[in-house]
């Protein structure tokens, strides 16, 4: 599965400029392409918290890594339920007062994991994101670290990519990249 199911465990509003929305394959490939976000959870006193973060994807979750206390944590244990947020582009155009922008953003449930086995592999996920020209290394790191850090797993029940207009227009505009828009928009549930 590459993809995860839009279960409607939640009432969440549709996309308002639903021709800026990104097709299922290109949202995939920019949470697979980026290398940070901004995971948003119930924090203190109802406050929303959100902390930016590298992370990984993989399989319809992503993973990230923590120290075993703090504000994050102990938000994810008073609820599950969480956004993530990734801009992959964010250029200024200031002669026309706009920005040429994509960006992804999740809803899902969160959880700090604790098998060992899926421990394991939301951290290899992340060594070979990032240190993939060093994945013996990063095991040995992983094997040190081990009793200080947690991994954090949000399983993704939903999500969108859009895009500025412009950007849609330009897509349009030339036979290829419609056609290849169109393709990952076939996949949609």
Known sequence: MDRPSRRREYVSRAMRRRRQLLSDAETVAMLQSCTSGVLAVQGDDGYPYAVPLSYAYDD???????????HKIDAIERSDKASFCVIADDDVVQSTFTTHFRSTVVFGRVKVLTDDAEKRRGLRCLAEKYSPDYLDAADAEIDGSWDKLV??????????????????????????SADAAAQGHAARF
């Open 60 to 70: 319809g979750r992503l993973y990230f890594h923590s120290a075993r206390t703090g």
């Open 151 to 176: 991994v954090i797993e949000l399983a993704i029940e939903e999500m969108s990519g859009k895009a500025a207009i412009e950007i849609i227009k330009e897509r349009e505009q030339s036979p290829a």
